[in-house]
């Protein structure tokens, strides 16, 4: 009877990818407690820092207790969309650190899962949680950072009315072409005492328009009542004769303003979904180089920046298992160090997108993208 060859590849169990239902739910709750503390934690101090900063300014002018708490409760959100994505990877790090300490990672590889599968649930939660910092981008924070600064400019101001960022609106087009003031911005009627100015392509003043009342038609464009139109000299100095009329009209194509887009600009970036700064730059002919690199730059960072929380995952599991014999501090301060790093590259390049000097796209995605691949790679790597 001939003897059969052995090899080494003999002894391994096949790669194992189904639903394993035992193990994952048990990954599962741990990782969950694991993210629910460091939540609470990062959740505690930043709550901390807004009593710190503002409780004074809350006191001095005698607010309510429940106006604070409704105050703190509105920054929530914003806190919450900045934390997550280190929340996520310190969970992660911490909970395959503890499974790493524990020879229960070297378990579940030698009884067929590759490192990816072991993670299979964190990737889960990874995935929800990046779906909820997006709606926190896109939705919520636009909307309780503006109720909480109204609220607070409510509370510490004396005798002050709520600012309107509507009222007294100034707004310079994005070719630098046109200048617009109003005395009475209301997005849904009619604008109020407009002045209208023009500018030449070498910056000399064309002409300037008055108007009691200024309509604008998605069809027509901008029509002006009760007004007057003063053309300027050639060199923008001399006003020439004024012309008073009870209607004039103007299209689309001299003049491409809309309301919406006129009021976005008077909002902070960081209030603007990614939708209404991509459809600004969409909807305005000749826009600034200047003015659409910023906008595309803070477009594709927003886009990319809510999957740091599933890119945290990528980095996290195999950081963790790669030091589960060197203890759980040794994984802590490498991921503390792989976020701030992030960070960093990630906003020097929004800086470098902002000035012009890189592409916005490249300034937006790349940090994600390259973080993401080398997580993908170091799991590849550790599967085989």
Known sequence: MSKKKFSRKDHLLPR?????????????????????????????????????????????????????????????PGNIRFILPITVLLGCMWTMAIFGKNMEVTAMRSSGLSLFRCGGSIFVVGLIVT????????????????????????????????????????????????????KSFNLHKDQQDVVLKRYRGDKTLDWEITAKIASYSEKDGWTFFN??????????????STEYFKKLAKDKQEIPEIPENI????????????????????????????????????????????????????????????NERSGIMLSIVVAIAVIVVYIIISQFLLILGKQGLMHPAMAGLFPTVAFFVYGWYTVIRKHN
């Open 227 to 240: 007004g007057s139109y003063t053309p300027y000299s050639r060199d923008g100095l001399m006003p020439k």
């Open 131 to 182: 779906g909820i910092n997006i709606w926190f981008n896109e939705a919520l924070v636009p909307y309780t950072e503006r109720e909480a600064e109204i609220l607070k400019f409510f509370a510490t101001e004396e005798g002050g009315t709520v600012p309107d960022p509507q009222q007294m609106l100034t707004f310079r087009s994005f070719d630098k072409r046109r200048t617009w003031l109003f």
């Open 16 to 76: 194992r990818n189904g639903i394993l239902p035992t193990l994952d739910l048990y990954i599962f709750r741990e990782f969950m407690i694991y993210l629910s503390i460091l939540l609470l934690v990062f959740i505690t101090l930043f709550v901390l820092g807004d009593v710190f900063n503002d409780l004074a300014d809350f006191l001095d002018k005698e607010t309510s207790v429940k106006q604070i708490i409704y105050y703190l409760v509105l920054k929530l």
């Open 263 to 322: 009021l976005n600009t008077v909002k902070s970036k960081d209030e603007l979904p990614s939708w209404v700064i991509w459809r600004m730059v969409k909807n305005t002919r000749d826009m600034a180089p200047r003015c659409k690199a910023i906008l595309m730059s803070i477009f594709y960072y927003r886009l990319a920046f809510p999957w740091s929380c599933f890119l945290a995952v990528f980095l996290g599991i195999p950081l963790a298992t790669k």
